[in-house]
């Protein structure tokens, strides 16, 4: 069964910087398209960041300059290095990986 843990959320200022984790059990983690999602209240999930098997990287360009998505392949752990963090960043932060699997979601709020 896959396994899929978001941490490192909580209450930033604006401006501020946070590092969320993904840590992922019961799969092939190195090899599969993953990502990370967030969805604010009232809107749709929205992806974020997307890194492929092959390390390539998408971002939202609500996000570009500003977080970093990376993996440690041996850890099976996903990270997003968020920087320069906006009001608008508020949401619900999902972790994503191929084959339909998702995590509970961890909770970023940006204070103004």
């Known amino acids: 069964q896959v396994q899929l843990v978001e941490s490192g959320g909580g209450l930033v200022q604006t401006g501020g910087s946070l590092r969320l984790s993904c840590t992922v059990s019961g799969s092939i983690f190195g090899g599969n398209f993953r990502g990370w999602y967030r969805q604010a209240p009232g809107k749709q999930r929205e992806v974020v960041a997307h890194i492929t098997s092959g390390g390539s990287t998408i971002y939202a360009d609500s996000v570009k300059g500003r977080f970093s998505i990376s993996t440690d392949n041996a850890e099976n752990t996903l990270y997003l290095q968020m920087n320069s963090l906006k009001a608008e960043d508020t949401a619900v932060y999902y972790c994503?990986?191929?084959?339909?699997?998702w995590g509970k979601g961890t909770l970023v709020t940006v204070s103004s």
């Open positions: 994503y990986l191929a084959g339909g699997n």
